[in-house]
């Protein structure tokens, strides 16, 4: 390209305009989004200095790409960080081809980078939708955000997480348990699962919209793990709160030979629920009290003994505590001792995530139908999974995986089904 430049008392010499540079241009738009506001003032420069490169300079006919010319003024915008402005700009115009000539720079600052997942995180930690404009930042002029477009932005942002939860590959994840449980929002149940790595990280599997009595639809949720890339058959632990639902979807998708952990804590206080309360401390410490003796046979001979007792006082109590008495002893079974044994007895590992993700979405007061609840709650546990700690006692799961390698070898299953 060459441009006409006039001497003084002499000809005019033509030189090359200089070419225009797309990778720094991303640098600089880049830049310019971090700058409020003098951001604007950049835009409009990188503008200008895009279709002089393009249309050469004002009432200058050289320095021009061939059948470029500039235009008009047209009215238009741009986003700065989270900001909507109002901006004109020169149009460009190829004359030989009749067509307009796209603007980079304005159709880069078109969409706002990282706006929708800024947006996200920021309405999960408390900034309502309606409220969200006052708190963004001040600029002259600025078009404003509306509560109605921030909160499709929040529903789209948590789409894509909900989409990521449900969908992303697992078969690089080397998990040796898996926590199942159930957590209530606004009269519906919701059931989480966490896996636990060899190395004891802990890993969203994923979440489900029914009822821990509901087998069928949580045996298609287990089902969708494992083609997405749980592989039950190289042994895995499964922790649950004692659900029959859940118990059978095990069964279905991972065989008769499913080593289930039961929680501990719902089948202490399923079994004192029955009696009167003066009872029930002292049921309590001696129910917790055999569930702490270090080996199988001396827990299992304190529960034998405690349930001939309540069969006198009362027979319901000794009957529920009879019921899937073994999947509550599978820990003491697998040799589980320590901080390992303790993190496996019962389902608080789950229970602790299910806080934090209440902290998040208790502060919502309206809940529709549809896939709200998921998105939430989605959002909400991808949100918290950097800063998940490893699980107490990893070191011992290489010994746990040995264990369970051992026994899916067997023909017999681990665990007894109760009557």
Known sequence: MKRTVAKPGGK??????????????????????????????????????????????????????????????????????????????????????????????????????????GLLRRVLVGLSC?????????????????????????????????????????????????????????????????G???????????????ATENARALAEFLQTLVTRGLQPETGLLWIVDGGKGLRAAIRAVAGETAVVQRCQWPKRENVVSYLLKSRQPVVRRQLQAAYRQPTYAA??????????????????????????????????????????????ATTNVLESINAQVERTIGRVTRWRPGAQKLRWVASALLDLAPRLRRVKGYRALPQLRAVLLRLAGQASPLITQAA
Do not use: M
């Open 12 to 117: 005019c010499k033509r030189r090359e305009a200089p070419a225009f540079d797309r990778e720094a241009l991303d640098a600089k738009v880049a830049l310019i989004q971090a700058l409020i506001p003098l951001g604007l003032q950049a835009v409009e420069e990188t503008l200008e200095a895009e279709v002089t490169a393009l249309a050469g300079a004002r009432y200058q006919r050289d320095g021009r790409q061939p059948g470029h010319v500039r235009w008009s003024q047209q009215q238009g915008s741009v986003y700065l960080g989270d900001q909507k402005l109002p901006i004109g700009f020169t149009r460009v115009r190829n004359i030989h081809t009749n067509t307009e000539v796209p603007l980079v720079t304005y159709e880069k600052l078109q969409t706002p980078r990282g706006f929708d997942d």
């Open 130 to 194: 309606g409220r969200y404009g006052e708190c963004a930042e001040t600029v002259p002029e600025t078009l404003g955000l509306s509560r109605s477009a921030v909160s499709r932005r929040f529903i789209r942002a948590s789409a894509r997480q909900l989409e990521t939860l449900l969908t992303r590959d697992l078969a690089g994840q080397d998990i040796v348990a898996v926590f199942l449980d159930g957590k209530s929002l606004a009269g519906e149940a919701l059931v989480i699962a966490v």
């Open 196 to 210: 636990i790595t060899l190395t004891g990280e802990k890993v969203l599997l994923g979440v489900v919209q029914t």
């Open 299 to 344: 827990a299992k001979a304190h529960l034998q003994q405690l349930g001939a007792g309540l069969a006198h006082e009362n027979p319901s109590a000794a009957a529920s505590l009879a019921e899937g008495l073994e999947e509550t002893l599978t820990r003491p079974r697998l040799g589980l001792a320590g901080p390992l044994g303790r993190s496996f």
